[in-house]
């Protein structure tokens, strides 16, 4: 009788725990979905509110880290003063937690370089070199575990085009940083990689921007025309920065030489 009054006990107690917890995992459930929401209709900021809060109750959740380093890595970029570190960090945070969380995601890894990579951008030449080596570490990483995700690949290819087109002094200080300019950088594995990006992923925007910046880089005006036209063309429905895509390609189009009848 103890024993089954035991049991008893332990069984309404375990029912009184998952009762007090399914309150909390609506919640979150509910948050996660008002965000996904949000960001789907171009409200990066309310997104990233709803996706805290419900990290708050579910700390290790794989798809609220990701979805965080994703929205803050893109709020950075349009963000004002020490807003942008803030953003950026936060960013490069929650996208390590992911891979902390779940190191055999390809997508933990695939947002961590992402989110490094628009670190980067925003710090000096010899810091920028440094996170490099992590960067193309955490992309070949995603590339291993999934070689599906177009934005992988996307990642890589600015890799490859930033670190083949530095300039003598930036070279000299790769010297010093990575040893020198990293084996197989190049402006064809940049557009090999891009291209790659957009057979996985075709409507995703800014894979159609860079191969044309990066067309641009090499002088291939009648690719680089098609690509950015592509990338004015598609739905701004890829990303919340879509907008700005676009306008950067309509801008790179209008300097471009007239094309000869």
Same mark, same amino acid.
């Not at 075709?202 to 910046?213: F, I, T």
């Not at 005006?221 to 701004?236: F, Q, S, T, W």
């Given at each position: 009788?103890?024993?089954?009054?035991?049991?008893?006990? /332990?069984?309404?107690?375990?029912?009184?725990?998952?009762?007090?917890?399914?309150?909390?995992?609506?919640?979150?459930?509910?948050?996660?979905?008002?965000?996904?929401?949000?960001?789907?209709?171009?409200?990066?900021?309310?997104?990233?509110?709803? /996706?805290?809060?419900?990290?708050?109750?579910?700390?290790?959740?794989?798809?609220?880290?990701?979805?965080?380093?994703?929205?803050?890595?893109?709020?950075?970029?349009?963000?004002?003063?020490?807003?942008?570190?803030?953003?950026?960090?936060?960013?490069?945070?929650?996208?390590?937690?992911?891979?902390?969380?779940?190191?055999?995601?390809?997508?933990?890894?695939?947002?961590?370089?992402?989110?490094?990579?628009?670190?980067?951008?925003?710090?000096?030449?010899?810091?920028?070199?440094?996170?490099?080596?992590?960067?193309?570490?955490?992309?070949?990483?995603?590339?291993?575990?999934?070689?599906?995700?177009?934005?992988?690949?996307?990642?890589?290819?600015? /890799?490859?085009?930033?670190?083949?087109?530095?300039?003598?002094?930036?070279?000299?200080?790769?010297?010093?940083?990575?040893?020198?300019?990293?084996?197989?950088?190049?402006?064809?594995?940049?557009?090999?990689?891009?291209?790659?990006?957009?057979?996985?992923?075709?409507?995703?925007?800014?894979?159609?921007?860079?191969?044309?910046?990066?067309?641009?880089?090499?002088?291939?005006?009648?690719?680089?025309?098609?690509?950015?036209?592509?990338?004015?063309?598609?739905?701004?429905?890829?990303?919340?920065?879509?907008?700005?895509?676009?306008?950067?390609?309509?801008?790179?189009?209008?300097?471009?030489?007239?094309?000869?009848?």
């Amino acid at each position: 009788m103890r024993g089954s009054a035991r049991l008893g006990r /332990w069984i309404a107690g375990s029912a009184l725990l998952a009762a007090l917890a399914s309150p909390a995992a609506a919640v979150a459930a509910d948050a996660t979905t008002a965000g996904d929401a949000a960001y789907s209709t171009g409200r990066a900021r309310d997104a990233r509110s709803e /996706w805290l809060s419900a990290l708050e109750t579910h700390p290790g959740d794989l798809g609220l880290l990701t979805r965080l380093a994703r929205v803050e890595s893109e709020l950075s970029e349009d963000a004002r003063g020490e807003e942008i570190r803030t953003l950026a960090a936060a960013a490069v945070d929650h996208a390590r937690a992911a891979v902390k969380s779940a190191p055999d995601s390809a997508q933990a890894h695939v947002w961590l370089a992402v989110a490094l990579g628009r670190q980067a951008m925003r710090e000096g030449p010899k810091t920028r070199l440094a996170l490099s080596r992590e960067i193309k570490s955490e992309v070949d990483r995603s590339i291993v575990l999934d070689p599906r995700i177009g934005r992988a690949y996307h990642v890589r290819a600015i /890799w490859n085009r930033e670190l083949s087109s530095l300039n003598m002094i930036e070279r000299t200080l790769a010297s010093t940083v990575l040893g020198g300019v990293p084996k197989g950088a190049s402006m064809d594995n940049a557009v090999a990689d891009l291209r790659k990006a957009i057979e996985l992923e075709p409507d995703y925007v800014n894979h159609h921007l860079e191969l044309g910046r990066t067309y641009l880089q090499l002088k291939r005006h009648d690719p680089a025309r098609a690509e950015l036209e592509k990338a004015i063309g598609l739905p701004a429905t890829s990303s919340v920065r879509d907008g700005h895509y676009q306008a950067q390609a309509r801008e790179l189009l209008d300097r471009m030489p007239r094309k000869k009848d």
